[in-house]
């Protein structure tokens, strides 16, 4: 087992998009140093600066949820308009489908979860209570969204997240335990099982 972090979100480096548009940070990629065109699967934090079209990832499951700011409309031929306004809570669709994204007031911060069809299963949650995980998991990564979040690991030293930070723990071999400190406090948790390599990588 592997734990990485806490590590603050704004701490790491922004990556400016083609287009002007924003900038992303990378939290986790997966596998480490992938780009774009060979993740399994990725989290990221995109802040918005304009509106404008999404990029599209054919064959990419994606979630995204308000992580900060206003927030945005989404707009697709393939689904009705959907307002991303309320924080924390996911919104999925296929990376193949024509977004359109409308600020809704000024820049905003959106948490993305992609995970390639195929190559893994991923979940992601928003929490306010006591949240216990049993193993085996290939990837657990928790973000506290407010106030704090404790994570207990058995026999192991304890972890504390204040607000804006993240830890990802890689390979989880026992029972984990996600407890929010305050009465507003929040957190948001991705788990991540891998598919067999059969099926990442099917023959031709």
Same mark, same amino acid.
């Given at each position: 087992?592997?734990? #990485?972090?806490?590590?603050?979100?704004? #701490?790491?480096?922004?990556? #400016?998009?083609?287009?002007?548009? /924003?900038?992303?940070?990378?939290?986790?990629?997966?596998?480490? /140093?992938?780009?774009?065109?060979?993740?399994?699967?990725?989290?990221?934090?995109?802040?918005?600066?304009? #509106?404008?079209?999404?990029?599209?990832?054919?064959?990419?499951? $994606?979630?995204?949820?308000?992580?900060?700011?206003?927030?945005? =409309?989404?707009?697709?031929?393939?689904?009705?308009?959907?307002?991303?306004?309320?924080?924390? $809570?996911? &919104?999925?669709?296929? /990376?193949?489908?024509?977004? &359109?994204?409308?600020?809704?007031?000024?820049?905003?911060?959106?948490?993305?979860?992609?995970?390639?069809? /195929?190559?893994?299963?991923?979940?992601?949650?928003?929490?306010?209570?006591?949240?216990?995980?049993?193993?085996?998991?290939?990837?657990?990564?928790?973000?506290?969204?407010?106030?704090? =979040?404790?994570?207990?690991?058995?026999?192991?030293?304890? &972890?504390?997240?204040?607000?804006?930070?993240?830890?990802?723990?890689?390979?989880?071999?026992?029972?984990?335990?996600?407890?929010?400190?305050?009465?507003?406090?929040?957190?948001?948790?991705?788990?991540?099982?891998?598919?067999? =390599?059969?099926?990442?990588?099917?023959?031709?």
């Amino acid at each position: 087992m592997v734990i #990485s972090g806490p590590i603050a979100i704004d #701490s790491l480096p922004p990556v #400016s998009w083609k287009n002007g548009g /924003g900038i992303t940070r990378t939290l986790v990629v997966e596998p480490e /140093g992938a780009g774009l065109d060979d993740f399994l699967w990725r989290i990221s934090v995109a802040e918005i600066h304009a #509106s404008g079209s999404f990029s599209a990832f054919p064959g990419v499951d $994606r979630t995204i949820m308000l992580w900060r700011g206003e927030g945005v =409309v989404l707009r697709s031929p393939a689904w009705p308009e959907h307002a991303l306004t309320q924080p924390w $809570r996911p &919104f999925s669709f296929r /990376g193949e489908e024509e977004v &359109f994204c409308e600020l809704f007031g000024g820049s905003t911060e959106d948490l993305n979860l992609m995970v390639r069809r /195929g190559a893994a299963l991923a979940a992601i949650h928003t929490e306010r209570r006591e949240v216990r995980l049993v193993p085996p998991y290939d990837d657990v990564a928790v973000l506290c969204a407010a106030e704090r =979040v404790h994570v207990l690991l058995a026999d192991r030293p304890k &972890f504390a997240l204040d607000v804006g930070q993240f830890l990802r723990i890689s390979q989880l071999d026992t029972e984990v335990t996600l407890l929010p400190e305050g009465p507003m406090a929040s957190f948001v948790y991705v788990t991540v099982k891998l598919l067999p =390599v059969s099926r990442r990588h099917p023959e031709p």
